[in-house]
């Protein structure tokens, strides 16, 4: 995976105005079919799809910095989406049309509930998605969700130029090494709600017991090995895992919990139901 660290200069860009690197500014699309961009020859054109739940609207600047200025690429349209409290999607609205008044964005309100805001951009760009293809639009998408991570290999899969972007944080993140990745700046008191637990968890190695000495674990790995499909990328699911000790013995999620925590360097990867254990 290719990941790029981004350093914000703040420009503001107008539409017909251009940069000192011949950058002109995002200006309203053409719409040829109610809710499909259609992009004029000119510049390559980028479709943004903005998880507002996980990155903060702060981050707007230096996202439109890189694209417009850096990239020198036409920012055709903005997809934001984020829960109905509408505090932080108004806030991305607000900074992308500072920095470009006239993009074209459009606003999805979900309820307070876990993955909402993901399901609701996988479902937008699925819709747009064969629009994409068609035209070549590429797609960077504005979240360090480990959901929607897997929705972008999947599009990319299909043929889809697509990318992602969130802003430098200490909590460590599920990098997919399949994507292009552009890491922005990090972001103080950022302003977004409190941000989804890291999608890659450091699981503290518990003390084995006498019960299971490592020649005991190291059997119990091999067995659930044996048992479990190796998933792309590394790791186990953790319902299969579960289900193997399960039928090795350990039949009480309290003894698999147990029993798990002895594996060596594990790890824990996504959340449910597509968790891995890395082990």
């Known amino acids: 995976m290719a990941t790029i660290r981004i350093q914000s200069s703040n420009r503001r860009l107008t ?11 995002a200006s309203r699309p053409r719409f040829k079919v109610r809710g499909r961009r259609d992009c004029p020859s000119g510049p390559i054109c980028v479709a943004l799809y903005i998880d507002a739940d996980n990155q903060s609207p702060q ?9 417009c200025a850096g990239l020198g690429v036409r920012i055709l349209h903005a ?23 006239a993009l074209p ?22 819709a747009d998605l064969a629009d994409h293809l ?22 990319k899969a299909a043929g ?22 552009f890491l922005l700046p990090a972001v103080p008191g950022s302003g977004a709600q409190a941000e989804k637990p890291s999608s890659v968890t450091i699981v503290p ?28 990328g590394g790791g186990y699911s953790a319902t299969d895992v579960g289900q193997a000790l399960a039928k090795i013995g350990y039949k009480t999620p309290a003894e698999r919990k147990r029993v798990i925590a002895t594996f060596p360097g594990l790890r824990e990867r996504g959340a449910h139901p597509h968790k891995l254990l890395v082990f």
Do not use: F
């Open 15 to 25: 539409h017909g105005q251009r940069d000192t690197n011949g950058a002109r500014a």
């Open 59 to 67: 981050t707007a600047s230096a996202l439109v910095d890189l694209l």
């Open 79 to 101: 997809t934001i989406a984020g829960n109905s409290d509408g505090k932080v999607s108004a806030g991305w609205s607000a900074n992308l049309r500072e920095q470009i008044p």
């Open 105 to 126: 964005i459009s606003m999805i309100v979900v309820p307070c509930r876990k993955d909402a805001a993901d399901a609701a951009l996988i479902l937008a760009l699925g």
């Open 134 to 155: 068609r035209l070549g639009t590429r797609v960077v998408l504005v979240s360090r969700d480990a959901l929607l991570l897997a929705a972008a290999e999947r599009a």
């Open 160 to 181: 889809c130029r697509i990318y992602v972007a969130y802003s430098d944080s200490g909590s460590l993140t599920a990098r997919d090494p399949g994507l292009t990745t």
């Open 205 to 232: 190695k518990a003390p084995v017991e006498a019960s299971a000495p490592k020649v005991e674990v190291a059997k119990v790995i091999a067995q659930v090995r044996g048992m479990c499909k190796q998933q792309p």
